[in-house]
């Protein structure tokens, strides 16, 4: 028997609000045993959870399941706190701040986005038909100053679906047979072997207008080892722990972040090394067949 995640998050006070609770999964905040939790996946006694929230790292390991909100002292009597410890000042004034609002745009941001740029699409099409059409038919004759197509929208590059890798070569380079994709959209892909996410966990993120080094920084924190990295001319970081391991790459004003764990039911299975080689050959696929 068990308690959903974010109730439980929730009831210690690790956030202000269930429903903040459940956001915090579903922007992949939240992770239970090392795999990255949905809002209603059970935590029993004895499981390790960790938040990350507004660049701190919350660690602990359950010891009393409650579902609803209560004092502070009640709270630590339900966990016990094996959080890392607080960052430097060093490392507090080496993180970039940014004005709010001038960061990764929301998921409503970004689809207010998309449909903005479909309609801008839809009207230059309808103008160079216009065009075509107005100067079609009088002359053979090529002119001299065709139309060309608009360039693709912000500076960086384009990595296309999942990072332009597919299904079957992420089961082949991670050695995860059994995972299938369960998340997929303009900014992240994930593949897991089952719903709980206990099991091998893969994913690919797309950050535009997000700075790196802050991750490195958040990953600073909460991973044994933090390393900086270099895939074909491309800088970043390389951050593990035991069962998993993620490779972010910087592309000027974007970044991507290929992330692989073994889970729980794979802890025994598969190396950190062989988890870091994967997600290492996942990243250079990802900038190979990236658009510039």
Same mark, same amino acid.
């Given at each position: 028997?068990?308690?959903?995640?974010?109730?439980?998050?929730?009831?210690?006070?690790?956030?202000?609000?269930?429903?903040?609770?459940?956001?915090?999964?579903?922007?992949?905040?939240?992770?239970?045993?090392?795999?990255?939790?949905?809002?209603?996946?059970?935590?029993?006694?004895?499981?390790?959870?960790?938040?990350?929230?507004?660049?701190? #790292? *919350?660690?602990?390991?359950?010891?009393?399941? !409650?579902?609803?909100? @209560?004092?502070?002292?009640? &709270?630590? %009597?339900?966990?016990?706190?094996?959080?890392?410890?607080?960052?430097?000042?060093?490392?507090?004034?080496?993180?970039?701040?940014?004005?709010?609002?001038?960061?990764?745009?929301?998921?409503?941001?970004?689809?207010?986005?998309?449909?903005?740029?479909?309609?801008?699409?839809?009207?230059?099409?309808?103008?160079?038909?216009?065009?075509?059409?107005?100067?079609?038919?009088?002359?053979?004759?090529?002119?001299?100053?065709?139309?060309?197509?608009?360039?693709?929208?912000?500076?960086?590059?384009?990595?296309?679906?999942?990072?332009?890798?597919?299904?079957?070569? #992420? *089961?082949?380079?991670?050695?995860?047979?059994? !995972?299938?994709?369960? @998340?997929?959209?303009?900014? &992240?892909? %994930?593949?897991?072997?089952?719903?709980?996410?206990?099991?091998?966990?893969?994913?690919?993120?797309?950050?535009?207008?997000?700075?790196?080094?802050?991750?490195?920084?958040?990953?600073?924190?909460?991973?044994?080892?933090?390393?900086?990295?270099?895939?074909?001319?491309?800088?970043?970081?390389?951050?593990?722990?035991?069962?998993?391991?993620?490779?972010?790459?910087?592309?000027?004003?974007?970044?991507?972040?290929?992330?692989?764990?073994?889970?729980?039911?794979?802890?025994?299975?598969?190396?950190?090394?062989?988890?870091?080689?994967?997600?290492?050959?996942?990243? *250079?696929?990802?900038?190979?067949?990236?658009?510039?």
């Amino acid at each position: 028997m068990g308690t959903r995640i974010d109730s439980w998050i929730w009831g210690i006070r690790l956030t202000k609000t269930r429903s903040a609770g459940a956001a915090a999964c579903r922007a992949g905040h939240v992770r239970v045993n090392g795999a990255t939790a949905k809002p209603a996946q059970l935590v029993s006694v004895g499981d390790t959870v960790e938040v990350r929230l507004n660049g701190v #790292v *919350r660690v602990v390991e359950v010891t009393k399941l !409650i579902a609803k909100r @209560v004092s502070a002292p009640l &709270a630590a %009597e339900c966990y016990i706190d094996k959080s890392p410890p607080p960052p430097s000042r060093e490392l507090l004034a080496s993180i970039p701040r940014r004005d709010r609002g001038a960061g990764r745009p929301t998921k409503r941001e970004r689809r207010g986005m998309e449909k903005f740029r479909g309609a801008m699409i839809l009207s230059v099409v309808a103008v160079v038909a216009l065009l075509l059409s107005g100067c079609g038919g009088g002359s053979d004759e090529k002119s001299d100053d065709p139309m060309k197509a608009p360039a693709q929208a912000g500076s960086g590059p384009f990595f296309g679906e999942c990072g332009g890798v597919t299904l079957d070569e #992420v *089961r082949k380079e991670t050695g995860f047979p059994a !995972i299938n994709s369960t @998340v997929n959209n303009a900014s &992240a892909c %994930e593949w897991a072997s089952d719903d709980a996410r206990i099991g091998p966990v893969a994913s690919f993120n797309w950050y535009r207008g997000s700075p790196i080094s802050r991750e490195r920084a958040t990953e600073q924190l909460s991973r044994d080892s933090t390393k900086n990295i270099d895939i074909d001319g491309h800088q970043g970081f390389i951050a593990s722990d035991s069962g998993i391991c993620e490779v972010g790459i910087d592309f000027g004003a974007d970044f991507f972040e290929w992330s692989v764990s073994a889970g729980i039911t794979g802890a025994a299975t598969y190396s950190t090394e062989s988890l870091c080689n994967a997600a290492r050959i996942l990243s *250079r696929m990802s900038i190979d067949r990236s658009q510039k």
